[in-house]
């Protein structure tokens, strides 16, 4: 921006501080006010920070930048307060203190607004995504549900109806995903909701349905002790999905894919192992960050839907269930693993 966009409103902000020194303030209304809360006497305070904030967001600043502003007004007068060269004041440093609770009280509520206002385009942006998206792919899915239903086997029109179902549920997958990383980007935990279940069954069920998409490989699933316990079911679900579907995605063709769920003392493990090249070291570091995507064979490169969002996610459910997951990888394939406490 300009010197002079910049300039916008600060007038405002100073005719607050202005008036907020020649105003009195007791020893309770001072704690109050370093806590972030003014005095009601400077309520019209809060409209100026909050309309700045609201300025500030539609012109593109982010929240570093606009704090960074109040740090120059506050740098700037002091140093014209300094530059006077005279005589100080008994009220100097009561002036001065009070200058800065002014400045603070403005930060606060200005981060509050702009805070309040990203919270709203998020809930926004989520309401889109789950709604406005979810219907039309929603509506598509079932069109080709119908389609693979009433269509000859063997035929063009089935194979099209085929393809129509397989895209739109990767459609869905991805909205999944680009809804939890959206929650995960404001600082929103993936929510979960515990019931009693057995990991064991859940796990042979998604083995089932991954097969189908096993490009050949072979999917074998090993079921140890007692398995039962408390987690979200759907969530856990995805952990299965995107282990497995990263495994059928980086293992060799025509490989086995192990996947193991077995009892602990304290909960359960899941492991998933599937043979391919080994991981770099370098990647093994990041491999959980979101959009970290591993070098794909080159036949599955071409069209590929993944965004780098699986193993992140992942992370992010087993965390929110408080246990933890690893990576290890060599020469004889890689292995994801997921412990978990039973409850």
């Known amino acids: 921006m300009t010197q002079l966009a910049l300039q916008d409103h600060i007038k405002e902000i100073l005719n607050f501080i ?6 009195p303030q007791s020893g309770p209304e001072q704690v109050k006010k370093s806590k972030g809360d003014g005095p009601v006497e400077t309520q019209i305070h809060h409209s100026v920070s909050e309309i700045h ?3 500030r967001l539609n012109d593109g600043f982010n929240i570093d930048q606009m704090v960074s502003e109040y740090r120059a007004l506050r740098a700037s007068v002091v140093k014209q307060w300094v530059a006077r060269k005279q005589p100080m004041a008994d009220t100097d440093i009561n002036d ?23 919270d709203h385009s998020r809930n926004l942006f989520l309401g889109i995504l789950g709604h406005d998206l979810r219907n039309p792919i929603g509506a598509a899915a079932m069109a080709g549900e119908m389609l ?5 086997p063997d035929t063009r029109q089935m194979k099209l109806a085929s393809h129509i179902v397989d895209a739109t549920h990767r459609g869905i997958q991805i909205l999944n ?11 929103t935990d993936i929510p979960i909701v515990r019931a009693p279940m057995d990991m064991g069954h859940l796990g042979t069920q998604l083995v089932e349905e991954m097969r189908s998409l096993a490009k050949g490989r072979t999917i074998e699933i090993d079921i140890v002790g007692h398995t039962e316990g408390a987690w979200d ?24 894919i192990f996947v193991t769920v077995g009892q602990t003392p304290d909960g359960i493990v899941i492991s998933v192992h599937n043979e391919g090249s080994p991981i770099a070291a370098d990647k093994l570091l990041t491999i959980f960050e979101a959009l970290t995507r591993g070098q794909l064979p080159q036949a599955d490169e071409q069209g590929s839907s993944h ?12 965390t929110a269930h408080n246990g933890d997951m690893d990576v290890a990888s060599d020469k004889s394939g890689t292995t994801f693993t997921v412990r978990l406490p039973s409850k």
């Open 307 to 318: 965004l780098g969002l699986g193993l992140y996610i992942t992370k992010k459910i087993v």
């Open 177 to 187: 995903d680009l809804l939890d990383i959206t929650r995960l980007a404001f600082g």
């Open 18 to 23: 202005a008036d907020d020194l020649e105003s």
């Open 233 to 256: 079911k759907a969530r856990m679900g995805q952990v299965f999905s995107n282990l497995i579907g990263n495994a059928i995605q980086y293992s060799f063709p025509d490989s086995t």
């Open 148 to 152: 693979q239903r009433i269509a000859l």
């Open 96 to 118: 001065l203190t009070r200058f800065h609770e002014a400045i603070d009280q403005s930060i606060a509520e200005s981060v509050s607004e702009y805070t309040h206002l990203i």
């Open 53 to 55: 904030a609201a300025l």
